[in-house]
């Protein structure tokens, strides 16, 4: 006889594993089985990100990303303490190099008033005793920023998970969907062979594959995911005590992304990164990638001409540093300048899974779609791995409330 799970859950990075985790100790007498088409967990975003556990500085007040930031950050650090997960509480300065900066930085400072999070405001001189090697006008110095692997977190929920009688089935990629009033039918494969799972309700948390995930559902949206690629460099080993916090640009309001940051990394290492670059696969992390599913597909979006007609500019200075290592350089030298081109070294790039809306407008926020018998999460952006846990109780509440 066939069997049939309560809930099945789609994907295998952070917020994937938080929520299948988060839905079995709510639900401790449903069957939950979470599908992952990767031998493991955490291949795609979760494990291509700088490894920060955010404060939520930046981020609408209000908004659920704002929430779920500053919620996530205490919870991220228990887990961590509780199952011996590293973690450094190093903190993290937001430097402002120019006087459009420093005014900007003010404007950033009411908004960390406004979220509740601890923050304080640096001069020249505390900023040059603070950091000796970063020049700048002045900075934000937010405490409660962190750093982490989460990599371990995601394999340390996962765990806990299977403990209290979740199912995993991994190197399993859904290939096709149906959805029937009374189940929901997913056709997976695995090693060049079909199979068939079928559950109660459907919960997919599929990053980059999300889009795919409503259609093959045949749910009406009107956002597609655009791939934007985020490059970064290693700086050689002498100089993985070039700075004390994690260094980040003043963001300039009108561009989606926060800029080129020095990162130190939980295994003592410095990064540098990462640029925005147009993506034309989804899951293109090498030197050169091409997909002709992924980019005809985008081509064929109308948003996607209208998201980059708007910041045509920009992408195209991000496309010049991205080739010319000098450019991504002086991005750098701005605020630490002690740092030459030979000290860039190679790292693995990262793929942003941006939910763009079909008028060309970037979504910021949480998106969801929802069918009778499914919850996808369509955008989940930063800090999703900061707020996994918030956003997989947020997500079990809804879907709980859904089924009743």
């Given at each position: 006889?066939?069997?049939?799970?309560?809930?099945?859950?789609?994907?295998?990075?952070?917020?994937?594993?938080?929520?299948?985790?988060?839905?079995?100790?709510?639900?401790?007498?449903?069957?939950?089985?979470?599908?992952?088409?990767?031998?493991?967990?955490?291949?795609?975003?979760?494990?291509?990100?700088?490894?920060v556990i955010h404060a939520g500085v930046y981020y609408?007040?209000?908004?659920?990303?704002?929430?779920?930031?500053?919620?996530?950050?205490?919870?991220?650090?228990?887990?961590?303490?509780?199952?011996?997960?590293?973690?450094?509480?190093?903190?993290?300065?937001?430097?402002?190099?120019?006087?459009?900066?420093?005014?900007?930085?003010?404007?950033?400072?009411?908004?960390?008033?406004?979220?509740?999070?601890?923050?304080?405001?640096?001069?020249?001189?505390?900023?040059?005793?603070?950091?000796?090697?970063?020049?700048?006008?002045?900075?934000?110095?937010?405490?409660?920023?962190?750093?982490?692997?989460?990599?371990?977190?995601?394999?340390?929920?996962?765990?806990?998970?299977?403990?209290?009688?979740?199912?995993?089935?991994?190197?399993?990629?859904?290939?096709?969907?149906?959805?029937?009033?009374?189940?929901?039918?997913?056709?997976?494969?695995?090693?060049?062979?079909?199979?068939?799972?079928?559950?109660?309700?459907?919960?997919?948390?599929?990053?980059?594959?999300?889009?795919?995930?409503?259609?093959?559902?045949?749910?009406?949206?009107?956002?597609?995911?655009?791939?934007?690629?985020?490059?970064?460099?290693?700086?050689?080993?002498?100089?993985?005590?070039?700075?004390?916090?994690?260094?980040?640009?003043?963001?300039?309001?009108?561009?989606?992304?926060?800029?080129?940051?020095?990162?130190?990394?939980?295994?003592?290492?410095?990064?540098?990164?990462?640029?925005?670059?147009?993506?034309?696969?989804?899951?293109?992390?090498?030197?050169?990638?091409?997909?002709?599913?992924?980019?005809?597909?985008?081509?064929?979006?109308?948003?996607?001409?209208?998201?980059?007609?708007?910041?045509?500019?920009?992408?195209?200075?991000?496309?010049?540093?991205?080739?010319?290592?000098?450019?991504?350089?002086?991005?750098?030298?701005?605020?630490?300048?002690?740092?030459?081109?030979?000290?860039?070294?190679?790292?693995?790039?990262?793929?942003?899974?941006?939910?763009?809306?079909?008028?060309?407008?970037?979504?910021?926020?949480?998106?969801?779609?929802?069918?009778?018998?499914?919850?996808?999460?369509?955008?989940?952006?930063?800090?999703?791995?900061?707020?996994?846990?918030?956003?997989?109780?947020?997500?079990?509440?809804?879907?709980?409330?859904?089924?009743?």
């Amino acid at each position: 006889m066939e069997r049939v799970y309560d809930y099945v859950v789609v994907g295998g990075g952070i917020v994937g594993v938080s929520t299948a985790w988060q839905l079995k100790q709510s639900q401790p007498d449903k069957t939950i089985l979470l599908i992952e088409k990767e031998s493991g967990f955490a291949h795609h975003q979760t494990g291509h990100n700088s490894g920060v556990i955010h404060a939520g500085v930046y981020y609408q007040p209000g908004s659920l990303k704002a929430e779920f930031c500053k919620r996530g950050v205490e919870r991220t650090i228990d887990f961590c303490r509780q199952h011996n997960i590293a973690v450094e509480n190093c903190g993290k300065l937001l430097v402002a190099t120019n006087d459009v900066e420093l005014q900007r930085m003010h404007a950033l400072y009411q908004r960390c008033d406004e979220n509740g999070i601890e923050v304080e405001l640096l001069d020249q001189a505390q900023l040059s005793l603070a950091e000796p090697n970063i020049t700048g006008l002045g900075a934000i110095y937010v405490k409660s920023t962190s750093i982490v692997d989460y990599k371990q977190v995601t394999a340390q929920m996962a765990k806990a998970f299977v403990e209290l009688g979740g199912e995993v089935q991994l190197e399993s990629e859904v290939i096709a969907a149906q959805e029937t009033s009374d189940d929901i039918y997913l056709t997976c494969m695995s090693k060049g062979e079909s199979s068939v799972v079928v559950g109660k309700f459907l919960i997919t948390c599929s990053g980059l594959m999300a889009d795919r995930m409503t259609k093959m559902l045949s749910i009406e949206t009107d956002f597609q995911i655009v791939p934007y690629r985020g490059e970064y460099y290693r700086l050689d080993s002498k100089h993985n005590g070039i700075v004390n916090h994690l260094i980040y640009p003043i963001p300039d309001p009108d561009l989606p992304f926060l800029g080129v940051h020095l990162t130190r990394m939980i295994d003592g290492s410095v990064t540098v990164g990462p640029n925005a670059v147009q993506g034309w696969k989804r899951e293109g992390y090498g030197a050169v990638n091409f997909s002709l599913k992924d980019t005809m597909q985008m081509l064929r979006f109308s948003g996607f001409w209208k998201v980059t007609a708007k910041h045509l500019k920009t992408g195209l200075v991000e496309f010049k540093n991205s080739w010319w290592k000098p450019g991504y350089l002086k991005l750098v030298n701005k605020y630490c300048p002690k740092i030459e081109l030979a000290d860039l070294k190679p790292y693995p790039a990262g793929i942003r899974a941006q939910a763009v809306m079909k008028d060309g407008t970037l979504v910021h926020d949480f998106l969801f779609a929802e069918s009778p018998r499914s919850l996808h999460v369509c955008n989940a952006p930063s800090p999703a791995a900061t707020s996994a846990m918030p956003i997989g109780e947020y997500i079990c509440q809804k879907v709980i409330a859904k089924v009743g």
